[in-house]
């Protein structure tokens, strides 16, 4: 089984920045891909951004330019990096691990509201 932490979410103002981190913990499982996703209330869940084991990226259109996902290998650690954060940027933002048996794990979700 594989456990995702995640942390960072919060309030920020329009133009501000935040950095999300997930990390994975448990037994047995070899990491593909990890990624954040996000939903919005109303919405379905949409990719933001992914990073495969061997460093290949991942953004969606709306994000390019903006955020970065980035990885340490070492800590099975995944970041976000978010700047020049938009009022449509709010969201609950989850992290995925993609494993190489095809096994898809997700984090409970941490809040991202973008508000003056």
């Known amino acids: 089984q594989v456990q995702l932490v995640e942390s960072g979410g919060g309030l920020v103002q329009p133009g501000g920045s935040l950095r999300l981190s997930c990390t994975a913990s448990?037994?047995?499982?070899?990491?593909?891909?990890m990624g954040w996703y996000r939903q919005a209330p109303g919405k379905q869940r949409e990719l933001v951004a992914a990073?495969?084991?061997?460093?290949?990226?991942n953004y969606a259109d709306f994000v390019k330019g903006r955020f970065t996902i980035s990885e340490d290998n070492a800590k099975n650690t995944v970041y976000l990096q978010m700047n020049s954060l938009k009022p449509e940027d709010t969201a609950d933002y989850y992290c995925?691990?993609?494993?190489?048996?095809?096994?898809?794990?997700w984090g409970q979700g941490t809040q991202v509201t973008v508000s003056s």
């Open positions: 448990g037994s047995s499982f070899s990491i593909r891909a």
């Open positions: 990073i495969s084991r061997d460093g290949n990226t």
């Open positions: 995925n691990l993609n494993t190489w048996s095809l096994r898809n794990y």
